[in-house]
């Protein structure tokens, strides 16, 4: 079984159209992807449960772990369930010898990072950027906002800061029935990435974020010409 899993993952790495399915990972997607060029759904899925999961190492190797707990043990390392799982194998390798390369979605943090603008208007000083009080809780007044906060930044117009944005959920005043342990939804979270150290939160209304791509290599030689984007928040689930 262990020399199945070696030749299951040399099948999926000289595809390209495959990647991203393990190895000893028995996921429905997975088998939804495959059942394109022919591999029978169940059978990959039961394949999966008895093989030991393949897991990449530094400097290109790779290594099997058995998990005890759910299939690897004793109790399925029998005659029948080899002969099952290279069964298998051999006809998923059969069946993808003629699969053809086909993009594959990228995932935004690959390549895309946050890039912070403050635009202060005009009846403000600057826009401030804070975190919640190390001394004691933070509380809310009636309209949900954070009372005890501490200052970490102060930005002035134009002023830029290359960071992970994420959007804040509303938090309940002290009106309502509960209160959760967020600022308001009117503010994002900022952790910057440009070695200045500033992370906390910022007023949504005081500033523009923008997502510009990232500075390295893979992205410089891959995806050249990226454009700057808007940054849109990820919809409520």
Known sequence: MEEVAWTLQAT?????????????????????????????????????????????????????????????????????????????????????????????????YAIYEHKVEAIVEAIKDGVEIWNLSQDKAYSLDLDGNVVNRKLVKT?????????????????????????????????LSIITIDGSGVNGYVANDDVRVICVPRDNEIVKEYFPELPEIEWLPPLDR
Request: charged share 20%; net charge positive; proline share 5%.
């Open 12 to 108: 999926f790495s000289k595809k390209p159209a495959l990647s991203g399915i393990s190895v000893g990972e028995s996921h429905a997607e997975d088998a939804i992807r495959l059942a394109a060029f022919g591999v029978q759904a169940n059978d990959f899925i039961r394949l999966q449960q008895f093989l030991p999961k393949v897991t990449a190492q530094s400097g290109g190797l790779s290594k099997l772990t058995w998990t005890q707990d759910e299939y690897g043990h004793p109790g399925n390392w029998n005659e029948e369930a080899a002969r099952f799982c290279l069964a298998a194998v051999i006809d998923i390798a059969v069946k993808l010898q003629r699969a053809a390369w086909i993009p594959g979605p990228i995932p935004f």
């Open 155 to 187: 930005l002035s117009k134009g002023m830029t800061l290359r960071a992970f944005v994420t959007a804040e959920k509303k938090a309940t005043g002290l009106s309502g029935l509960t209160q959760e342990k967020s600022p308001t939804r009117a503010e």
